[in-house]
């Protein structure tokens, strides 16, 4: 059974502030969690993902949390730039061997000079 | 990314007629799916194939199939399109031992 809740479905920040989107899932077999981001009028793609083993990766100025008890992990972006306005999504796998992925619902990020 | 292309990128077509959406990619994965992109709903999974000889029923495959002609081929058709089948479709593929997903433009269809 798979279900992801994202969080928030929108936010708005100013440039330089930080900016937080967090998923919660609900199988506790998933290990795996990547994030995608989807600028206007283009395809999803992979800006970072984590597997169960770790509880943060981090990528220059992207970071994604863990927390496996809680059943939940979350995308950090700092001093965010306008070019960091787009929707991302959260998925995770339900524990399926390079499989299927469920999607959260999205969240469009603007990001204000 | 240009290694998977979707055919047509954007598609008109009137209700109870059948169409198809088609999807190559030249990555060399075996790994290929089908999503459905509709407004505040996510990307959710239509149908996906780990190789030629499997096929998969994804969370909303009602009113679709698929066919995965070849390695690199996997076609989603509508065998007869109603308006709430307007949405935007991605075909996705990957590979080997990664997890990564990688998607082909999207095809926009609208159902009058």
């Known amino acids: 059974g798979e279900n992801v809740e994202q969080h928030p479905s929108t936010l708005s920040v100013q440039e330089g502030d930080s900016a937080v989107i967090k998923c919660t899932y609900s199988d506790s077999a998933s290990n795996y969690f990547p994030w995608y981001k989807q600028e206007l009028g283009k395809r999803p793609q992979l800006i970072i993902d984590?597997?169960?083993?770790?509880g943060e990766k981090k990528d220059q100025r992207i970071a994604v949390t863990l927390n496996k008890t809680a059943k939940h992990f979350s995308l950090h972006i700092t001093e965010t730039q306008p070019e960091d306005s787009a929707v991302y999504f959260c998925?995770?796998?339900?524990?399926?061997?390079?499989?299927?992925?469920?999607f959260g619902q999205g969240t469009i990020l603007t990001v204000h000079p | 990314d240009a290694d998977v292309t979707q055919t047509p990128r954007n598609r008109i077509t009137k209700t109870g007629k059948r169409i198809m959406l088609e999807c190559s990619q030249t990555k060399g994965h075996d790994r290929m799916y089908w999503y459905r992109q509709d407004p505040g709903l996510g990307l959710r999974l239509i149908y996906y194939?780990?190789?030629?000889?499997?096929?998969n029923k994804g969370e909303i495959s009602d009113g679709y199939s698929v066919s995965r002609q070849a390695q690199a081929k996997f076609s989603l058709s509508l065998e007869s399109a109603i308006p709430n089948q307007t949405a935007l479709y991605f075909c996705?593929?990957?590979?080997?031992?990664?997890?990564?997903?990688?998607f082909g433009p999207g095809t926009r269809l609208t159902v009058t």
């Open positions: 996705a593929t990957s590979g080997g031992g990664a997890y990564e997903q990688y």
């Open positions: 998925a995770e796998n339900g524990g399926t061997s390079y499989g299927k992925l469920t």
């Open positions: 984590i597997r169960s083993n770790v």
């Open positions: 194939s780990f190789d030629v000889k499997d096929i």
